[in-house]
C-alpha cells in the first residue's frame, strides 16, 4: 500500500520563476493538503483539495495556486518565486468523511531552493 | 488564528532517560495530534488525541482540553527517539486546517 509520494525531491529555481510540485495521496485518500514548512519552524496551511476543489486555503497570496486531479493527485504552483518562498513543502493525504479520526499521512516532501 | 507553542524548544536526553513534552494552545480545538518529524523530513503520526490518555509502547500522550494543553511522554528514550515533535490542532469548522506549533527538538546519545 504506497504512502504519499511528492516529487520531486529537490529543486532549485531562480527567483522570478514558476514551479510546480506534484503529490499522490495514499491509496484509498480523496483529500489532499499542503503546507509550507520554512528551517526551524512549523508547517504552515497553503490549502486543501477535495473533489478537484479548493475547500481550504491558509494565509498565502494567490501566486500560490493548485489543483486536484481526477485521480486525487495534485499539484501545488507557485508563480513570481521569491527567496523567502525557499521551504520544504509538505502534502498530506486524508479520506475527507475520516480525517477528524485519523488525521493525516505526509509525504516525505519537496525541498525548493530558490537562489 | 489560533497559538500553538511547545516547550522546551530543544532537549538532550542520554539514552535510557525519560521525557516530557508540553504543548499549549490558545483556544478551543477540535482535534490535535503529535507528530515525529525524522531527519529526512518525514513526519509520522504518533497520536491522534483531542482529549483524554493514550499510551503506544514507550510513548503516552495526555490531553486536558479543558486547559488547553498536551503532554507527550517518552519513556526509556533510544536514540532512534531523535528528531522534531511537532503538536498540531484544528480549530471546529475548519475543515481540517492544522496550525502546528514550533516544534521540540530531541537528540538522544548514546
Known amino acids: 500500500d504506497a504512502g504519499v509520494t511528492q516529487s520531486p525531491t529537490h529543486l532549485i529555481k531562480t527567483r522570478g520563476q514558476q514551479v510546480t510540485l506534484r503529490c499522490s495521496p495514499k491509496s484509498g485518500h480523496d483529500t489532499v493538503s499542503w503546507y509550507q514548512q520554512a528551517l526551524g519552524q512549523g508547517p504552515q496551511f497553503i490549502f486543501q483539495y477535495y473533489e478537484e476543489e479548493e475547500r481550504q486555503r491558509g494565509n498565502f497570496p494567490d501566486r500560490f495556486s493548485g489543483h486536484q486531479f481526477p485521480n486525487y493527485s495534485s499539484e501545488l504552483n507557485v508563480n513570481a518565486l521569491l527567496l523567502g518562498d525557499s521551504a520544504l513543502y509538505l502534502c498530506?493525504?486524508?479520506?475527507?468523511?475520516?480525517?477528524?479520526?485519523?488525521?493525516?499521512?505526509f509525504g516525505s516532501g519537496t525541498r525548493l531552493t530558490v537562489v | 488564528g489560533i497559538q500553538v507553542e511547545q516547550s522546551p524548544p530543544d532537549l538532550i536526553l542520554q539514552e535510557g532517560a525519560n521525557s516530557t513534552l508540553r504543548c499549549n494552545f490558545s483556544?478551543?480545538?477540535?482535534?490535535l495530534q503529535w507528530f515525529h518529524q525524522n531527519p529526512w523530513g518525514q513526519l509520522i503520526n504518533l497520536f491522534y488525541?483531542?482529549?483524554g490518555t493514550k499510551q503506544n509502547g514507550r510513548l503516552s500522550a495526555t490531553t486536558v482540553a479543558t486547559e488547553r494543553y498536551s503532554l507527550l511522554y517518552i519513556s526509556s528514550s533510544q536514540t532512534t527517539d531523535s528528531g522534531v515533535y511537532f503538536c498540531a490542532v484544528d480549530r471546529p469548522n475548519t475543515g481540517n486546517q492544522f496550525y502546528f506549533g514550533t516544534g521540540t527538538s530531541l537528540t538522544v546519545i548514546p
Open positions: 488525541i483531542p482529549s
Open positions: 483556544d478551543s480545538v477540535n482535534n
Open positions: 498530506a493525504s486524508s479520506l475527507f468523511t475520516m480525517a477528524a479520526n485519523y488525521g493525516y499521512t
